[in-house]
């Protein structure tokens, strides 16, 4: 027999019961919105400096 009081729980009530859920769901957001810039700065051919120089002039 298991003990683990999480055995058929959701992960996402499981993060809220530990108090981390907003943590994790702010870092998960967070890794998925740099993927998707990496992802159109190499589509696009734009390197780090050129994607900074960029977001500066929009200032």
Sequence with gaps: ???NPH???S???FLRDEGI???VTATAIK???VMQIEQ???A???SKSEMA???KGNT
């Design 21 to 23: 859920h907003e943590e």
């Design 53 to 55: 120089r960029r977001m």
């Design 1 to 3: 027999m298991n003990d």
């Design 44 to 46: 696009n051919n734009i």
């Design 31 to 33: 890794r998925t919105l």
């Design 7 to 9: 055995i058929g729980e």
């Design 11 to 13: 992960f996402e009530s």
């Design 40 to 42: 159109e700065m190499a």
